[in-house]
């Protein structure tokens, strides 16, 4: 069913990116293969396929290099790129989510085949279940990571 999905949707959104997008499939091995070997299939079965998608929710478990070397697995076994799709760091400290955001995001924006980072709820307190305080707005009040974040990307700090 995924590889006619796939096919189906390169018929009918003929110039869409089409991505197979999961999660914890950069953050535990057995997770990951199980992605590539789905890749793997698809690809196979003559579908098209266009990139992975990497929900990525447990990825601030991962130290940088752990992270890299993910990623790399990921794209040499799929000859794909990724996509980050649902970053968040849920630390209810600011210099610790601050440390992992400072150490990970270099590693994605240093990263040719990484063609995309979307963070997953940034309100503290009113982000997905799992992980409500990884938001990177307390209040009015920007954490410490998306004022980091902010002047990395060159944009303003959003007020508080």
Avoid at 59 to 66: E, F
Avoid at 67 to 86: A, F, H, R
Avoid at 93 to 98: N, P, T, V, Y
């Amino acid at each position: 069913w995924i590889t006619k999905a796939f096919k189906l949707a390169r018929q009918y959104c003929g110039s869409a990116i089409l991505i197979l997008n999961d999660y914890n499939d950069i953050e535990y091995a057995d997770q990951e293969q199980h992605i590539i070997d789905i890749v793997t299939d698809i690809k196979a079965a003559g579908a098209p396929i266009d990139a992975v998608g990497a929900q990525s929710h447990d990825v601030y478990r991962l130290s940088a290099a752990t992270l890299q070397t993910n990623l790399n697995t990921m794209n040499s076994k799929t000859s794909l790129p990724v996509y980050i799709t649902e970053y968040d760091v849920s630390n209810t400290d600011d210099a610790g989510q601050l440390s992992t955001y400072q150490a990970q995001f270099p590693v994605f924006w240093n990263t040719s085949f990484v063609h995309g980072i979307t963070i997953w709820g940034w309100i503290y307190g009113q982000t997905w279940s799992k992980a409500p305080d990884s938001g990177l707005v307390k209040g009015t009040t920007p954490r410490s990571a998306m004022t980091w974040l902010m002047g990395q990307l060159g944009r303003p700090v959003p007020p508080g």
